[in-house]
């Protein structure tokens, strides 16, 4: 009997086996990326080698052999991709403080910072500095209100260091992001950046065109922000050109705390809804030229002109790399509308996913792609499932089945996202379902029109009457984030890479699984939540260069010892609302969030030290822990055990390129 079941649940998977071959490809690739050390390109290859002499001597005869040799080719190709980004991209980057420098470049691009606006600058000269160890772009924040353009050569007086470290593993690996980005440092600007009339930077026409485009985005941005109002203009600058720095900060925070930023990051969702609304415009109006009809087939006609509206959207918006990433998907959905087939299955998904992860492998570890590809392949997986079961006509049965699929829609999203959410960020939005039930209906029907109308007249100066719709639709949607911001659920319990793992298999299968066996999926589920559930908390963390951080009843607490001299991001496992606590003048006794759990630093040491104890009883005796700082050479996260033990997890150095020599990866438990 189980023999039988067991090949009924392989003829009924048959076809779908090859959908994790993208899978794969993206695991290569993250592989490459969390390696403590940097690999040679003997080792790379090697999987692809395998891959081949295997089919060469034919031994995809063998059952299942032939899908083996697919998954290795796949996780060589997305190692190699990887590695090949890596030395691509290779540019010079500071690995230490070089303190006030003046700097001259061309001002490529403002972003959205807490602290002022983030000027990304493509630098030609960095003053004591040669032209081999100026980087190629630096950020830094100005605090005053920038009055320049992207594609103007600006001059700034700035404190300039290396891109800040991850105190631990696991988070934000922003050192990794700005070698990718070819960001060599960061800083903030002393007074304000000036323009000047000269750029030394020998860019071709692509260059060129690319700081004219530029200039029109943050052109296209300030007269959007204008027209659209004042309280919704910076987010309707932020929806239409990915220019965030208009927009005001708390805004940006009840956003995200209602699980609404998705409508921030120029996405999946903008882009389907750009070439949806032209598509849906362009087949109506074909439709009514019978000339025109009989000739080309309006749907093919349509999907042309939805592609052109996307590729447009693209440039406009900046081409960040969640646009790039929905641009490709959009390409593949429309592009098979030309050629009469589905726009949105799992197969379509899978090419949108491969071309990503080969064009942009190391994105594959990112929040980003990982939340936007699975609940893409939830809502693709769900879709197939319900859309044999549609019956009836009517208004009213119609009107039920659109209200019942957003909210089933944002269900199936909010689910496949929220391990991700979880793992990333330490924190799940628990009213984002509800958020997005009730933004859904007006970013379709009022938002999304009233962009497209003011695209299409754009050229013809009648757009201020639709970015004045747009505005008050985006208005509404902030007073539904702030009513649903209150319900965000931040300081869980860290996730663990194996519990991580678990979710993602159990996601893979729901996804890969055919009909009813899917329900096995619930199985890695199950195994995934309780390996969550039964992971330690955390009490202190202590990065290389003696950055503390304690978990106290009220939250946790940044303790300032002697040596704070180091810049670090601040784990994501710890709240937002970080407070400060100075312990370099006298010693500190201060209380963790276990009650029977003492710190106690001490400035009279070198450095400093600490003293964990716990009146939980092992063996008849009291637990103490003795720290000295001045001996930890690498990061070190205290956590406690059920039982009451302490332990400490210790981490090893890495020799990756995006590392400095003081920066740490990696995770080695002792």
């Known amino acids: 009997m189980l023999r039988a079941l067991f090949t009924r649940f392989l003829d009924d998977n048959a076809l779908r086996w090859t959908l994790a071959a993208p899978l794969c490809m993206a695991f290569g690739a993250a592989v490459y990326l969390e390696l403590p050390y940097e690999p040679d390109w003997l080792f790379v290859t090697i999987p692809i080698l395998v891959s081949i002499i295997a089919g060469c001597f034919k031994l995809n005869r063998i059952p299942f052999a032939d899908l083996l040799i697919i998954f290795v080719f796949a996780f060589g190709a997305g190692f190699s991709a990887a590695k090949l980004k890596c030395d691509l991209v290779k540019s010079p980057m500071l690995d230490s403080d070089v303190g006030i420098v003046r700097i001259e470049g061309v001002l490529t691009s403002i972003e959205h910072g807490a602290k002022g606006n983030r000027l990304r600058i493509r630098a030609s000269a960095i003053s004591g500095m040669t032209r081999q160890e100026t980087p190629r772009y630096v950020r830094v924040t100005q605090r005053r209100p920038s009055r320049l353009d992207p594609g103007r050569p600006i001059r700034c007086l700035a404190m300039l260091a290396p891109p800040p470290y991850s105190a631990l593993p696991g988070d934000f690996n922003f050192p990794r992001q700005a070698y990718f980005q070819q960001l060599g440092g960061v800083g903030f600007v002393l007074g304000e950046c000036q323009p000047i009339s000269f750029d030394l930077t020998q860019r071709g026409w692509l260059g060129k065109f690319q700081d004219h485009l530029g200039a029109l985005r943050r052109k296209i941005?300030?007269?959007?922000?204008?027209?659209?109002?004042?309280?919704?203009?910076?987010?309707?600058?932020?929806?239409?050109?990915?220019?965030?720095?208009?927009?005001?900060?708390?805004?940006?925070?009840?956003?995200?705390?209602?699980?609404?930023?998705?409508?921030?990051?120029?996405?999946?969702?903008?882009?389907?809804?750009?070439?949806?609304?032209?598509?849906?415009?362009?087949?109506?109006?074909?439709?009514?030229?019978?000339?025109?009809?009989?000739?080309?087939?309006?749907?093919?006609?349509?999907?042309?002109?939805?592609?052109?509206?996307?590729?447009?959207?693209?440039?406009?918006?900046?081409?960040?790399?969640?646009?790039?990433?929905?641009?490709?998907?959009?390409?593949?959905?429309?592009?098979?509308?030309?050629?009469?087939?589905?726009?949105?299955?799992?197969?379509?998904?899978?090419?949108?996913?491969?071309?990503?992860?080969?064009?942009?492998?190391?994105?594959?570890?990112?929040?980003?792609?990982?939340?936007?590809?699975?609940?893409?392949?939830?809502?693709?997986?769900?879709?197939?499932?319900?859309?044999?079961?549609?019956?009836?006509?009517?208004?009213?049965?119609?009107?039920?089945?659109?209200?019942?699929?957003?909210?089933?829609?944002?269900?199936?999203?909010?689910?496949?996202?929220?391990?991700?959410?979880?793992?990333?960020?330490?924190?799940?939005?628990?009213?984002?379902?509800?958020?997005?039930?009730?933004?859904?209906?007006?970013?379709?029907?009022?938002?999304?029109?009233?962009?497209?109308?003011?695209?299409?007249?754009?050229?013809?100066?009648?757009?201020?009457?639709?970015?004045?719709?747009?505005?008050?639709?985006?208005?509404?949607?902030?007073?539904?984030?702030?009513?649903?911001?209150?319900?965000?659920?931040?300081?869980?319990?860290?996730?663990?890479?194996?519990?991580?793992?678990?979710?993602?298999?159990?996601?893979?299968?729901?996804?890969?699984?055919?009909?009813?066996?899917?329900?096995?999926?619930?199985?890695?589920?199950?195994?995934?939540?309780i390996a969550w559930l039964a992971s330690p908390l955390p009490i202190a963390i202590v990065d290389a260069h003696r950055q503390v951080y304690v978990h106290s009843p009220d939250g946790w607490i940044h303790i300032k010892t002697i040596e704070n001299t180091k810049k670090s991001l601040p784990p994501l496992q710890i709240s937002d609302d970080l407070t400060e606590h100075d312990c370099r003048i006298e010693a500190c006794n201060i209380q963790l969030k276990q009650a029977s759990l003492h710190i106690r630093t001490d400035p009279n040491l070198p450095f400093a030290a600490a003293i964990i104890d716990t009146d939980q009883q092992s063996s008849g005796t009291l637990i103490k822990h003795h720290l000295n700082f001045q001996d930890i050479n690498h990061p070190v996260r205290i956590v406690v055990s059920r039982n009451g033990k302490i332990e400490r997890q210790s981490l090893h150095p890495s020799s990756r390129p995006w590392f400095s020599t003081n920066s740490r990866a990696g995770i080695n438990h002792e």
């Open 221 to 529: 941005a300030l007269h959007v922000s204008a027209a659209s109002g004042e309280k919704s203009g910076g987010m309707v600058a932020a929806m239409i050109s990915g220019d965030r720095s208009l927009m005001p900060a708390d805004q940006v925070e009840v956003l995200r705390a209602s699980g609404l930023a998705h409508l921030l990051a120029i996405s999946g969702l903008h882009m389907g809804l750009a070439g949806g609304v032209f598509f849906w415009g362009a087949l109506r109006l074909l439709t009514l030229v019978e000339p025109l009809a009989l000739r080309w087939p309006p749907p093919r006609v349509a999907a042309c002109f939805a592609l052109a509206a996307c590729t447009a959207y693209l440039l406009i918006s900046g081409a960040s790399v969640a646009t790039q990433r929905a641009y490709i998907m959009a390409v593949i959905a429309f592009s098979a509308k030309v050629f009469d087939q589905p726009a949105l299955s799992l197969r379509s998904l899978a090419i949108a996913m491969v071309l990503v992860t080969l064009v942009q492998p190391e994105t594959v570890v990112s929040p980003g792609y990982q939340m936007s590809f699975a609940a893409t392949a939830a809502l693709i997986a769900v879709y197939e499932t319900t859309q044999k079961r549609k019956t009836g006509s009517g208004v009213v049965i119609r009107g039920w089945r659109f209200f019942w699929g957003i909210a089933f829609a944002s269900l199936t999203a909010s689910l496949a996202t929220a391990p991700f959410a979880a793992f990333h960020f330490n924190r799940v939005a628990s009213l984002s379902i509800p958020a997005n039930i009730l933004t859904t209906p007006i970013i379709s029907f009022w938002a999304a029109p009233s962009a497209a109308l003011a695209g299409v007249t754009f050229p013809f100066g009648g757009e201020e009457i639709f970015l004045k719709s747009l505005g008050k639709a985006l208005e509404v949607i902030l007073m539904i984030a702030t009513l649903m911001s209150s319900g965000e659920g931040g300081d869980l319990r860290p996730m663990g890479t194996m519990a991580f793992a678990g979710f993602i298999v159990a996601t893979s299968c729901f996804v890969i699984l055919n009909g009813r066996w899917r329900w096995l999926s619930s199985i890695p589920m199950a195994v995934a939540s």
